[in-house]
């Protein structure tokens, strides 16, 4: 069974920054994708950013050139860094791992206000 552990979630005022991590442990296939999902009160789930073991990285339109995801493969690990922070940004962030099947972590709270 695979384990997604996501950590670095807070509060931030707007312009900001802040840096999640999700660690993945189990059996995970050497090839899959590895991302960060939100939702919003009262808002669907969406993609915020996912990234390939590869390294090919799709972004949200709303994030592009606020934030970076990268992954270290060795660790089974992806980062989130949210740059420019802001309010709208506010969201439980979920860490997604897809190969044969889909994983989700429990949800960090990040919370951008003044």
């Known amino acids: 069974q695979v384990q997604l552990l996501e950590s670095g979630g807070g509060l931030v005022q707007p312009g900001g920054s802040l840096r999640l991590s999700c660690a993945a442990s189990?059996?995970?296939?050497?090839?899959?994708?590895m991302g960060w999902y939100r939702q919003a009160p009262g808002k669907q789930r969406e993609l915020v950013a996912h990234m390939a073991s590869g390294g090919h990285a799709n972004y949200a339109d709303s994030v592009k050139g606020r934030f970076t995801i990268s992954r270290d493969n060795a660790k089974n690990t992806v980062y989130l860094q949210m740059n420019s922070l802001k309010t709208e940004d506010t969201a439980v962030y979920y860490c997604n791992l897809r190969d044969l099947v889909e994983y989700w972590g429990q949800g960090t709270q990040v919370t951008v206000a003044s």
């Open positions: 189990g059996r995970i296939f050497s090839f899959n994708v």
